[in-house]
């Protein structure tokens, strides 16, 4: 469903995105010298790697609802899904 206001998502994914790249590194400083350190930064890698791929999936959206708006005559205004 688009947001009601324009461009709300992309300041947003750049935001978590930041977040989860602060999170990789803390923890990767964390982990360095744990004997399982390698295996729980694969886990945590899988898991920022899900959430990357939200993330992409909320862009891809994000553009497409950009895209629609252009030629609409008002571009904070979502496009007619008829058409």
């Known amino acids: 469903m688009p947001s009601r206001r324009p461009c709300s998502g992309s300041g947003r994914a ?3 995105t930041d977040r989860a790249t602060t999170e990789i590194v803390r923890h990767g400083e964390e982990l360095r010298d744990a004997p399982d350190g390698a ?3 694969y886990a945590l890698f899988e ?3 899900r959430v990357v791929d939200e993330r992409v999936a909320e862009l891809a959206a994000l553009r497409s609802d950009l ?3 252009m030629g609409t005559g008002c571009p904070l205004r979502a ?3 008829a058409g």
Do not use: K, N, V, Y
């Open 14 to 16: 750049t935001r978590r």
């Open 39 to 41: 295996e729980a930064l």
């Open 47 to 49: 898991e920022r790697i």
């Open 67 to 69: 895209t629609s708006r």
């Open 79 to 81: 496009a007619d899904p």
